[in-house]
């Protein structure tokens, strides 16, 4: 039994990499994290995409002043989070890390729309407020959806639920190739960094020109490899065509986990649930 | 500028996504019918290489901050623009997977924004007249600048129209697009810099393949007509489905607005894209406005408390608030229960 309270370790995987490898290290993280096997890992891809997708399309489809009624939502990220045993502090982390545009627009939003909307203990809050705040909420529940997908699926699942939805074959092939090598010319560049690094001081070696050669020569490089790779695949019987040699069956299980979370989501679109909640509350406190 | 999920609205989303992937159908097609098996691999080590090159960065000229390549009119210059379009496609997947960038409504924004315009718009119009079939150092440079700068000033303008079309963001459009713009102007020079520098090294390391790359090009027979139509096609297509959809169903906006304030008109800016979008979503709706009243009727009726924002009620807020906190305290305990029910007894 463990100390109450004792902070318990992150797996080996999400602790802190050195400070070049981050990018690398974040592909792996989530890609390590989907090998586990939850029942949820066991589910279908198709059916954790297309709730996924759903999910997403509720969230953005609330008006922009809705932020209660949103909040019910969190539970599928959540639960996303929770069943699949992803490390939920890891994907926070993560999440206030992201792509700061959505924030960046959103908090004008208190700029332009002054009127007040809501009176609070006397204190009255300005309609561009709560819309800045719904964006925080849509922005949180969208990225954490996405990202407890891929933690939960893998890349290369998506993939073949992409293609077994209907997404063309060349294209899924590339995505299988980037993801394939991303790993191997990652490696390249970081070790390209480090050379030059350690070969020169006080940021020099960072300019144009030097950049240019750098990335030519990973370019030349990379191209020479194309060629290798296209060589061994035409000597191991390649015809212009790959096959994906992995079965699903989309179970009734899979039907289950679809069903239930859309007509959730659709439930939550319908009725305000957390107001509703809220004068339950109150009502029985009354 | 990733476009992020937060911003948009079901209805731009969904258009986006179907315009760029009627692209990626169209040019998957395209490959299919053109390749010689050669550029299965190339594609996708040079996406990987896309990534590769983002983590060496280069002091731009004059600032001392550093930069990265984001590589849209690189591909085009290299692979052509189908193999180009499908590869940015390919990495900015990854990128809305793995790193969060932007989000899975929408990709098709970024996609659109990032992959259309340096694919088929900068490329062919601006890069390969100016590179000619057989390219010289200045040539080069010339078309990969101004084909960076369009390209990127084409893609934040995108995101401009599409952030507008959604309705969630409040900026004034020409405060956007004086925040937009400029910075895209610096962003995209440093970019054309960066491209035309990359594409001389490989000038005169191996001129072979700009060669190939511009013969490919010419030999899969580039339709900027079939481009267009393709994307007029899907994007009228799905733009009248979800529009009819979205109406069919109570629209989000009315609806919602309706129930928290108690009327409608609140929310309608009738200028602007929004506002054009909405009345056309009007003008062709099924049942307009109509069957819906009904219902919000009923259900005023049936909730006595119904809230009402600007009428500052404080009862009503108060218990949203409330529930709202209740709610994630139940998520919460939800999320603890699943954890610990998996620990090793």
Same mark, same amino acid.
Request: with cysteine; glycine share 10%.
């Given at each position: 039994?463990?100390?109450?309270?004792?902070?318990?370790?992150l797996?080996?995987?999400c602790?802190?990499?050195?400070?070049l490898?981050?990018t690398?290290?974040?592909?792996?993280?989530l890609d390590?994290l989907?090998e586990?096997?939850?029942?949820?890992?066991?589910l279908?891809?198709?059916?954790?995409?297309?709730?996924?997708?759903g999910? !997403?399309?509720?969230?953005?489809?609330?008006?922009?002043?809705e932020?209660?009624?949103?909040?019910?939502?969190?539970?599928?990220?959540?639960?996303l989070?929770g069943a699949?045993?992803?490390?939920?502090?890891?994907?926070?982390?993560?999440?206030?890390?992201?792509?700061?545009?959505?924030?960046?627009?959103?908090?004008f939003?208190?700029f332009?729309?002054?009127?007040?909307?809501?009176?609070?203990?006397?204190?009255?809050?300005?309609?561009?407020?709560?819309?800045?705040?719904?964006?925080?909420?849509?922005?949180?529940?969208?990225?954490?959806?996405?990202?407890?997908l891929?933690? !939960?699926?893998?890349?290369?699942?998506?993939?073949m639920?992409?293609?077994? !939805?209907?997404?063309?074959?060349?294209?899924i092939?590339?995505?299988l190739?980037l993801y394939?090598?991303?790993?191997?010319?990652?490696?390249?560049?970081?070790?390209?960094?480090?050379?030059? $690094?350690?070969?020169?001081?006080?940021?020099?070696?960072?300019?144009l020109?030097?950049?240019?050669?750098?990335?030519g020569?990973?370019l030349l490089?990379?191209?020479?490899?194309?060629?290798?790779i296209?060589?061994?695949?035409?000597?191991?019987?390649?015809?212009?065509?790959?096959?994906?040699?992995?079965?699903?069956?989309?179970?009734?299980?899979?039907?289950?986990?679809?069903?239930?979370?859309?007509?959730?989501?659709?439930?939550?679109? $319908?009725?305000?649930?957390?107001l509703?909640?809220?004068?339950?509350?109150?009502?029985?406190?009354? | 500028?990733?476009m992020?999920?937060?911003l948009l609205s079901?209805?731009?989303?969904?258009?986006?996504?179907?315009?760029?992937?009627?692209?990626?159908?169209?040019?998957?097609r395209?490959?299919?019918?053109a390749?010689?098996g050669?550029?299965v691999?190339?594609?996708?080590? @040079?996406?990987?290489?896309?990534?590769?090159?983002?983590m060496?960065?280069f002091?731009?000229?004059?600032?001392?901050? $550093?930069?990265?390549?984001?590589?849209? @009119?690189?591909?085009?210059?290299?692979?052509?623009?189908?193999?180009?379009?499908l590869?940015i496609?390919?990495v900015?997947?990854?990128?809305?997977?793995f790193?969060?960038?932007?989000?899975?409504l929408?990709?098709?924004?970024?996609?659109?924004?990032? #992959?259309f315009?340096?694919?088929?718009?900068a490329?062919?119009?601006?890069?390969?007249?100016?590179a000619?079939e057989?390219p010289?150092?200045?040539?080069?440079?010339a078309?990969?600048?101004?084909?960076?700068?369009?390209?990127?000033?084409?893609?934040a303008?995108?995101?401009?129209?599409?952030?507008?079309a959604?309705?969630?963001?409040?900026?004034?459009?020409h405060v956007?697009? @004086?925040?937009?713009?400029?910075?895209?102007?610096?962003?995209?020079?440093?970019?054309?810099?960066?491209?035309?520098?990359?594409?001389?090294?490989?000038?005169?390391?191996r001129?072979?393949?700009?060669?190939?790359?511009?013969?490919?090009?010419?030999?899969?027979?580039?339709?900027?007509?079939?481009v267009?139509a393709?994307?007029?096609?899907?994007?009228?297509?799905? #733009?009248?489905?979800?529009?009819?959809?979205?109406s069919?169903?109570?629209?989000g906006?009315?609806? $919602?607005?309706?129930?928290?304030s108690?009327?409608?008109?609140?929310?309608a800016?009738?200028?602007?894209?929004?506002?054009?979008?909405?009345?056309?979503q009007?003008?062709?709706?099924?049942l307009?406005?109509?069957?819906f009243?009904?219902?919000?009727?009923?259900?005023?009726?049936?909730?006595?408390?119904?809230?009402?924002?600007?009428?500052?009620?404080?009862?009503?807020?108060?218990?949203?608030?409330v529930?709202g906190?209740?709610?994630?305290?139940?998520?919460?305990?939800?999320?603890l229960?699943?954890k610990?029910?998996?620990?090793?007894?």
């Amino acid at each position: 039994m463990k100390k109450a309270g004792a902070k318990k370790p992150l797996p080996f995987f999400c602790m802190k990499p050195m400070k070049l490898n981050t990018t690398l290290f974040e592909l792996g993280v989530l890609d390590r994290l989907a090998e586990q096997n939850t029942p949820l890992h066991r589910l279908d891809p198709r059916a954790k995409l297309i709730t996924t997708l759903g999910f !997403i399309f509720t969230v953005v489809s609330f008006n922009r002043y809705e932020i209660s009624a949103l909040l019910p939502l969190t539970i599928y990220p959540v639960f996303l989070i929770g069943a699949g045993d992803l490390p939920g502090r890891y994907l926070f982390k993560k999440i206030l890390i992201a792509s700061p545009f959505a924030l960046f627009v959103g908090v004008f939003n208190p700029f332009f729309d002054r009127a007040p909307m809501v009176m609070l203990h006397g204190v009255a809050i300005s309609a561009g407020w709560i819309s800045f705040a719904s964006v925080v909420l849509r922005f949180v529940l969208t990225v954490s959806a996405a990202l407890a997908l891929i933690g !939960i699926t893998g890349f290369n699942a998506i993939c073949m639920a992409l293609s077994r !939805i209907g997404v063309p074959r060349a294209f899924i092939i590339q995505l299988l190739f980037l993801y394939r090598y991303l790993f191997v010319l990652t490696d390249e560049g970081l070790r390209m960094v480090r050379a030059r $690094s350690l070969r020169s001081f006080k940021g020099r070696g960072t300019g144009l020109k030097i950049y240019a050669n750098m990335l030519g020569q990973l370019l030349l490089r990379t191209m020479d490899r194309a060629q290798r790779i296209h060589r061994s695949m035409l000597c191991r019987g390649f015809d212009g065509e790959i096959r994906l040699n992995r079965e699903f069956s989309f179970t009734i299980h899979d039907l289950v986990f679809c069903l239930f979370w859309l007509s959730f989501f659709g439930l939550a679109r $319908s009725f305000n649930l957390s107001l509703l909640l809220g004068q339950l509350a109150s009502r029985m406190t009354a | 500028m990733h476009m992020a999920d937060a911003l948009l609205s079901p209805t731009v989303g969904g258009v986006m996504w179907a315009a760029s992937g009627g692209l990626v159908v169209y040019c998957s097609r395209k490959l299919r019918d053109a390749t010689d098996g050669m550029s299965v691999p190339l594609m996708g080590v @040079m996406g990987a290489f896309i990534f590769a090159a983002q983590m060496i960065n280069f002091t731009i000229p004059g600032t001392g901050s $550093s930069g990265h390549l984001g590589g849209g @009119m690189l591909l085009s210059i290299l692979l052509g623009p189908y193999a180009a379009f499908l590869t940015i496609a390919s990495v900015l997947v990854v990128q809305a997977l793995f790193f969060a960038d932007g989000g899975l409504l929408a990709l098709g924004c970024n996609i659109f924004n990032l #992959g259309f315009f340096p694919c088929f718009i900068a490329y062919p119009l601006l890069y390969k007249p100016l590179a000619g079939e057989n390219p010289t150092r200045g040539r080069i440079i010339a078309g990969s600048i101004l084909g960076a700068v369009l390209s990127l000033q084409l893609g934040a303008f995108g995101v401009v129209l599409e952030t507008m079309a959604s309705g969630i963001s409040e900026l004034p459009f020409h405060v956007f697009v @004086m925040l937009m713009q400029p910075i895209h102007l610096a962003i995209g020079v440093v970019e054309g810099l960066v491209t035309a520098a990359v594409a001389l090294f490989i000038f005169s390391a191996r001129p072979e393949i700009l060669r190939i790359a511009a013969g490919h090009a010419a030999a899969t027979g580039f339709s900027m007509k079939k481009v267009l139509a393709v994307l007029g096609i899907t994007a009228i297509l799905t #733009g009248g489905a979800l529009s009819w959809f979205a109406s069919a169903y109570p629209d989000g906006l009315e609806w $919602s607005m309706a129930k928290t304030s108690g009327k409608e008109e609140l929310e309608a800016p009738e200028d602007g894209v929004h506002g054009a979008l909405a009345s056309l979503q009007e003008k062709t709706a099924f049942l307009p406005d109509y069957a819906f009243k009904a219902s919000q009727g009923e259900a005023v009726e049936a909730e006595p408390v119904e809230p009402a924002w600007p009428a500052v009620e404080a009862g009503a807020s108060v218990s949203g608030i409330v529930g709202g906190g209740l709610t994630l305290l139940l998520a919460g305990a939800v999320g603890l229960f699943l954890k610990n029910r998996r620990k090793p007894v």
